[in-house]
C-alpha cells in the first residue's frame, strides 16, 4: 500500500473519530474555556492588578483565544479585518486535526502567563484544564497545542508595541496642591495609578481623546456654586442611604484596593476589577444563551475591546482634569468627620470609570445579545454579596454607574458625563470591530 494511501486512510479515520465524539468534545471545550476565564480572572485578583491593567490582560488573551478559533470555523472572522497593525496569523494544517477549545484555552492560559505576575498559578490550572483533553488521538492533541502556542506567540509579540512597557519607566506622577485638584485620599493615600495609561496603543478609537467628555463644572466653594450643590448631594445622599442603594453601592464596589486598617496593622481584602465583573457578565450571558464555543470566544472578545478602549478614554480624562474628589472637598468644606460608603480609590474623580466601562461593555453586549436580555449576576457571590437581578445589560450598566454616587466616591456630572462618554466608546468598537458574518439573536 503506498504512503500516500496509508495517509488518506489515517485522516479518514481522524475525522470519524473526531466527528462521532463532537458533541460531547464541544460541551467540555466550551465549559473548559469559560473554566479559564475564571482562573485568568483569579489570578488578576490575586495579583492586585490596577484596572485599566486587567483590562489589557483580558484584552490581549481574549484576542489569543478568538484568533485561534477563527480559521477551524466560518462564522466569525479575524480581527485583522477591523484592526490596523493586527497580526495575520497564518494557518497552513488541516482542521479536522485541531480541537478548537484545546488549541482556544491553550492559547489564552499562555498568552496570559506572559501578562500576570503569578504564571505558576495560571499554568497549575492549564494542567488541570488539559486532563479533560486526553482522551483526544495524539496527533489531534499535539497540533492543537502547538496551534495554540503560535497564536499565543503572534499576539505577546503584537501586545508589546502596545506602550505598555515604556509606561512603566516614566517618572512617578506629582500631584498638585492646586484648589480643586486631586490629592491621594484615606485610608491608604495611595499613590496615583495609571497617570499616562492615555499613551497606551488604542483598538477601535482614533486616539485616547476622542471621546473627550465636556469638563467638570468649575471648581468652587461658594455655598451657591454648582460645584458645592454638587458636592452636597454626594454627602446629603451618603447620609441616609437607603438599605437598596447600600446593596447596589456595595456589588459594584469592585475595588482592588481595598485596604484594611487595624491599628498599625494594614492588609488588603482582594476583591473582582470593574473590567472582571464585565467579563463575568459576557460569560455569564454566553452560559445563560447555552452559546457554543466560539460564539463564547467572541462574546468575550468584543467585551474585553470595549473595556481596554474605555478605560484609556476614561482615564485620559482623568489626569488632564485631575478633579479633587468628594471625600476631600465634603471634609474640607461641609463636614470635616464624613466618610464614603467606599473607599475612594487612588486616581482624580471626572469621570467616573465604571461608567464608562460599563456603559461601553452593555453597548457591545447588547449588539451581540440582544436588547432585552434577562440575567442572574453571580459574580460577587464568591466575595460574599448575593446575585442580583438584572432586565439588560444596559440595566446593570445604568445600576453600576448611580452605585458611585450611592458610594460617595464620586459627583453626579462625572456619572452622566461617564456614561455619555462610555456609549461612544461601545459604538465606536461597533463601527470598528467586525466579529459576525450575522448577528447571534
Known amino acids: 500500500m503506498s504512503t500516500s494511501r496509508i495517509i488518506a486512510i489515517w485522516f479518514f479515520i481522524l475525522l470519524v473519530l473526531s466527528a462521532t465524539a463532537q458533541p ?20 488578576i485578583v490575586q495579583d492586585i492588578f ?25 462564522k466569525f472572522q479575524s480581527l485583522t479585518h477591523s484592526i490596523p497593525g493586527f497580526p495575520h496569523i497564518h494557518f497552513n494544517g488541516n482542521p479536522a486535526t485541531i480541537n478548537a477549545g484545546l488549541a482556544a484555552v491553550y492559547a489564552f492560559m499562555k498568552t496570559g502567563g506572559k501578562l500576570v505576575f503569578s504564571e505558576e498559578a495560571l499554568q497549575d490550572s492549564l494542567k488541570a484544564i488539559l486532563i479533560n483533553y486526553q ?84 471648581f468652587s466653594k461658594d455655598s451657591g456654586s454648582v460645584f458645592f450643590q454638587n458636592a ?7 447620609n441616609k442611604l437607603t438599605q437598596e442603594q447600600r446593596a447596589v453601592a456595595l456589588f459594584w464596589d469592585c475595588n482592588p484596593f481595598f485596604l484594611n486598617i487595624q491599628g498599625h496593622l494594614h492588609f488588603a481584602t482582594k476583591k473582582l476589577s470593574p473590567g472582571g465583573h464585565w467579563i463575568s457578565i459576557a460569560g455569564i450571558a454566553s452560559r445563560t444563551r447555552h452559546a457554543d464555543l466560539v460564539t463564547s470566544v467572541a462574546a468575550y472578545t468584543i467585551t474585553a475591546i470595549a473595556l481596554f478602549d474605555g478605560f484609556i478614554s476614561c482615564w485620559d480624562e482623568k489626569y488632564r482634569s485631575n478633579l479633587i474628589r468628594p471625600e ?22 471626572y469621570t467616573s470609570g465604571h461608567s464608562v466601562i460599563s456603559t461601553a461593555a452593555a453597548v457591545v453586549l447588547t449588539d451581540f445579545y440582544g436588547e432585552q436580555f434577562r440575567f442572574d449576576d453571580s459574580s460577587e457571590l464568591e466575595y460574599g454579596l448575593p446575585v442580583r437581578t438584572f432586565q439588560s445589560f444596559m440595566d446593570a450598566a445604568n445600576e453600576a454607574a448611580i452605585s458611585r454616587n450611592y ?11 461617564g456614561q455619555k462618554q462610555g456609549l461612544l466608546v461601545g459604538k465606536k468598537v461597533l463601527s470598528r470591530i467586525q466579529l459576525l458574518s450575522f448577528r447571534v439573536k
Open 24 to 43: 460531547k468534545i464541544e460541551e467540555t471545550d466550551t465549559k473548559m474555556l469559560h473554566r479559564a476565564e475564571k482562573a485568568l480572572t483569579d489570578v
Open 50 to 74: 490596577s484596572p485599566p491593567v486587567a483590562s489589557r490582560i483580558y484584552l490581549y488573551t481574549n484576542m489569543a483565544a478568538y484568533e485561534t478559533c477563527v480559521p477551524l470555523q466560518q
Open 135 to 218: 482522551s483526544l488521538p495524539q496527533a489531534v492533541y499535539d497540533h492543537s497545542i502547538a496551534f495554540g502556542q503560535q497564536v499565543s506567540d503572534s499576539i505577546i509579540a503584537w501586545a508589546a508595541g502596545d506602550h505598555y512597557t515604556e509606561t512603566r519607566k516614566l517618572r512617578r506622577y506629582s500631584f498638585s496642591a492646586k484648589d480643586g485638584k486631586w490629592i491621594p485620599t484615606p485610608p491608604g493615600y495611595m499613590a496615583a495609578i495609571e497617570p499616562n495609561w492615555n499613551k497606551i496603543r488604542t483598538i477601535c478609537m482614533d486616539s485616547a481623546s476622542e471621546f473627550k467628555p465636556d469638563p467638570p463644572p468649575l
Open 232 to 238: 452636597y448631594q454626594v454627602y446629603s445622599t451618603g
Open 328 to 349: 476631600t472637598y465634603i471634609n474640607a468644606n461641609i463636614d470635616e468627620t464624613w466618610r464614603p460608603l467606599l473607599q475612594t480609590p487612588p486616581f482624580p474623580e
Open 407 to 417: 458610594g460617595g466616591i464620586h459627583y453626579m456630572p462625572a456619572i452622566e458625563n
